[in-house]
């Protein structure tokens, strides 16, 4: 069994900067992609930014040059660093990884975290 556990959501004011972690736990042999996606009121869930098992980017054009996404491997763990945050960055923040068990892959979701930029 395999469970992501995010932290990091909050409320910030316009400007500031939030910084999300996704750890994965389990049964784990590798992982590929990692990312990020968020998922407004009334909207679909939209990619945020992803990054592969060699440390390739990349980035929603909504985000790009304010957000940064990173990974550690020894930790299992995916990090979007968020600054300048916008109103419209309000969401809930899921993050995704590609995680190999033995011979198979799978996809796993985090629970959703919370962000919610307000004056």
């Known amino acids: 069994q395999v469970q992501l556990v995010e932290s990091g959501g909050g409320l910030v004011q316009p400007g500031g900067s939030l910084r999300l972690s996704c750890a994965a736990s389990?049964?784990?042999?590798?992982?590929?992609?990692m990312a990020w996606h968020r998922q407004a009121p009334g909207k679909e869930r939209e990619l945020v930014a992803s990054?592969?098992?060699?440390?390739?980017?990349t980035y929603a054009d909504s985000v790009k040059g304010r957000f940064t996404i990173s990974r550690d491997n020894a930790k299992n763990t995916v990090y979007l660093q968020m600054n300048s945050l916008k109103f419209e960055d309000t969401a809930v923040y899921y993050c995704y990884q590609e995680i190999a068990r033995l011979t198979n892959r799978y996809q796993y979701w985090g629970q959703g975290t919370q962000v919610t930029v307000s004056s």
């Open positions: 389990g049964r784990i042999s590798s992982i590929y992609t």
């Open positions: 990054i592969t098992s060699g440390g390739g980017t």
